[in-house]
């Protein structure tokens, strides 16, 4: 019995520890989705799970776990590379869209916008 209590213990202080890190970024999430170019948002837990989304659920499910794992692909590659060094954000553009993962030891963000291509200029004669 002690040690389901314990167990529950652990995981209600892992919650209020994971609370207080969204609730802090929140301000950040709220400029996010006020950009007329983003498509969506999801926030995952430290498994990848969507806990904040504005995708549908089978969407959220697919890039939690897809982009995810290519954040830690991305930050174990960063580490061999300079164990000092951390990925702040992960940016990747795509003829369609800009992906923005954001990892963090608690969650992770990840936004979804409309890609922003520049026009070339003309070169005046």
Same mark, same amino acid.
């Given at each position: 019995?002690?040690?389901a209590?314990?167990?529950? &213990?652990? &995981? #209600?202080? *892992?919650l !209020? &520890?994971?609370?207080? @890190? !969204? *609730? +802090?970024?929140?301000?950040? !999430? #709220?400029?996010?989705?006020? #950009?007329?170019?983003v498509? $969506? ?6 498994q ?8 549908? @659920? $089978?969407?959220?499910?697919k ?7 290519? $954040? ?6 960063? +580490?061999?590379? #300079?164990?000092?060094?951390?990925? !702040? ?5 795509? &003829? ?6 954001a990892?963090? @030891? ?13 026009? +070339?200029? +003309?070169?005046?004669?």
């Open positions: 019995m002690s040690s209590t314990g167990r529950l &213990k652990a &995981k #209600d202080e *892992n !209020i &520890k994971m609370t207080t @890190s !969204i *609730n +802090k970024s929140n301000p950040m !999430i #709220d400029r996010i989705v006020n #950009d007329e170019s498509e $969506g948002y999801v926030m995952t837990n430290d990848g799970t969507p806990i904040l989304t504005t995708f549908t @659920s $089978g969407a959220a499910v890039f939690g776990a897809n982009l995810q794992q290519l $954040g830690l692909m991305a930050s174990s590659s960063i +580490k061999d590379l #300079d164990t000092l060094d951390e990925i !702040i954000i992960l940016r990747m553009v795509t &003829k369609k869209y800009e992906i923005m993962v990892p963090h @030891s608690d969650f992770n963000i990840m936004v979804v916008q409309h890609a922003r291509h520049k026009s +070339k200029k +003309k070169k005046m004669e």
